[in-house]
Structure formats: C-alpha cells, structure tokens
C-alpha cells in the first residue's frame, strides 16, 4: 500500500528553528509538496521538491532525498504565526496526490 | 472573489435530509476536486473532474454525489447521510490534473455535521 508518515505533533519554540520530517512509500514518485494549514482555513502551498536537494524560500526550506524516500521542511526564526498544521504530500506514479496526516506545530513564546 | 469559495462554510444536518455543498473557483482552472478531511488523518480524495468530466471516483459511497455543471463550478450532493460523514469537506482545483506539477489550491471548506 502506499504510505507517508509525519510526527503527529511537535512543539517548538518562537525564534528557533524546527525540522519536521515525512517518509514516504508509494507506487512511483513524480513530487513531494508541503501545505500548510491553519486551524480551520484552507491548505496552503509551501513548497514543491522532484530533484533531490535543498529548495530555500525565506524562512522556510524543503529538502528531499529520492533514494531515502524522505523529506524535511525546516522553519527558521519562528513566529508565533507558524503554528499551523503542515501537510506532506506526494505525486504518485499515478499522478495521484498521496496525503500524510500533517504534523500539528505548536509555538510557544 | 478570487481563489476557491465554498458555502456554506458550516452546516448541520439530520441523517435523512438533503443538502448540496458548492465550491467555486476564480482562477481559470480544468481541474476541481473534492476532499474529505477528517481529525489526525490524511486527506481523502473523493473526486476528480477535469474539465467537467469525472475522472477518478475513490470508492465513495453513493450517498455523495458530485456535479460539475462547468469548469468553474462542483457540487458535493449529500443525501441520508452518516454520523462518521461528518467532517471537512475541502474543494481544490488546479490548472490540469493528471501532471507532476499539480499544486492544488484549496477553499476554506465546508465543516460538516451529520445528527
């Protein structure tokens, strides 16, 4: 079956940074996508990963390991207005959106 | 509007009512889903029009039924209902589907609650 696994929760705190992993097993890869999604809004892009590497936008970065099946998002200099929960999702070879559980990011002051 | 509109933003219904969900999208789209999101799981992918025919139907029972008059529009038909249905109900659209690159963007969702 096709698989992806994030933490289901993790606390950080504001002004430090926070990496937040996702693994992932699915019949092909065409991508990797992170979402974020504040409590009770619509999901929103973050970023968007199909070559192995590192992809910086501001504070927020996604690297992706193709062979390892993994990613991570890493969030710098955290804000208060970070905590959302953030969705790892992937391209099958179906061209189908694979979805994980997204990772509740709590930010304390 | 811009983006990805749905209303009602909140509903409430018994199991033996009749109500439609409806989504709309601003951005010249083909493609239009519909997802149902529930607490500590993955989203679910429930439909999928591209261009106003349905081209993946994920095993969703019957009592949801899907319409998509134009490439704009999608309607979420609801009909005796369950209380396991309840939960949130998100429309997204894309500029295709069925390509690697396939950012979704998302309305803010229907919250749904089955009596």
């Known amino acids: 079956g096709q698989n992806i696994d994030q933490p289901t929760e993790m606390t950080a705190t504001e002004g430090a940074i926070v990496q937040i992993n996702c693994t992932y097993q699915t019949s092909g890869f065409n991508g990797l996508f992170w979402y974020q999604q504040h409590a009770g809004e619509a999901p929103t892009f973050l970023s968007y990963?199909?070559l192995d590497g590192l992809e910086e936008k501001g504070r927020f970065s996604s690297f992706l390991s193709r062979s390892k099946g993994y990613s991570y998002l890493l969030l710098k200099e955290l804000q208060m207005k970070d905590s959302a929960s953030y969705l790892c999702?992937?391209?099958?070879?179906?061209?189908?959106?694979?979805w994980g559980a997204g990772t509740k990011l709590i930010i304390k002051p | 509007e811009t983006g990805v509109t749905q209303t009602p933003r909140h509903l409430v219904m018994g199991m033996t009512n009749k109500k439609s969900l409806k989504c709309e999208q601003h951005?010249?789209?083909?493609?239009m889903y519909w997802y149902k999101q529930s607490a500590k799981k993955p989203l679910e992918l429930m439909f999928v029009?591209?261009?106003?025919?349905?081209?993946e139907n994920n095993s969703v029972p019957s009592r949801f039924s899907p319409e998509c008059p134009n490439s704009s529009h999608l309607f979420l038909h609801l009909h005796t209902l369950q209380p396991e249905d309840s939960a949130l109900y998100l429309c997204a659209s894309s500029i295709e589907s069925g390509s690697s690159y396939n950012e979704q963007f998302f309305g803010p969702g229907t919250r749904l609650t089955v009596l």
């Open positions: 990963n199909v």
């Open positions: 029009y591209s261009l106003e025919e349905r081209v």
């Open positions: 999702a992937v391209t099958d070879s179906n061209y189908q959106l694979i």
């Open positions: 951005l010249g789209h083909n493609a």
